[in-house]
């Protein structure tokens, strides 16, 4: 299977700085926008699906860059960013000053970056058995660009 990653379109939290984990925002405009600059980038591109996470953000960057194409689009909460528990929708620096502490240890209430790669290789292993020599687009989060 040949896997293209890509991270979702810019939020509404991204703009104000905040580190969304499992909070829900929509795309900003700016989102909006680059959703059509990857539409033409990805319009000559043979996918045999699209995988986003359930949350928003990365559903709607899937849906409006693939919008009016046949190319089917999965939702799948595996793909999902890093629970940050009692951190989510806190101060991006915040996550940030202890994100380095959270690759075994979770975060309050939440989850490690282990937990993270332990869920998204389940994804990618069911993947690569119903795609075996397909493409597949991913458009997840933060967390799955450094586990």
């Known amino acids: ?17 905040i580190a969304s984990g499992h909070s829900d925002p929509d795309l900003a405009p700016l989102g909006i926008e680059q959703c059509a600059d990857r539409a ?15 949350l928003l953000r990365s559903r709607r960057t899937a849906e409006l860059a693939f919008e009016g194409r046949d190319t089917p689009i999965r939702i799948d909460p595996r793909l999902r960013e890093c629970d940050y528990g ?37 994804m990618l ?11 597949v687009l991913l458009i997840g989060h933060h967390a799955q660009r450094v586990t």
Do not use: C, Q
């Open 1 to 17: 299977m040949h896997i293209v990653y890509a991270t979702h379109a810019t939020s509404t939290d991204n703009v104000a700085g």
């Open 40 to 54: 033409a980038l990805w319009a000559d591109r043979h996918f045999d699906a699209v995988v986003a996470s359930d």
């Open 86 to 122: 009692d951190l989510n929708a806190a101060p991006k620096s915040e996550v940030d000053a202890i994100r380095l502490t959270r690759v075994s240890k979770p975060y309050p209430g939440g989850e490690s970056y282990e937990d993270v790669a332990v869920r998204t290789r389940a």
């Open 125 to 135: 292993d069911h993947l690569a058995r119903e795609y075996p020599r397909g493409t």
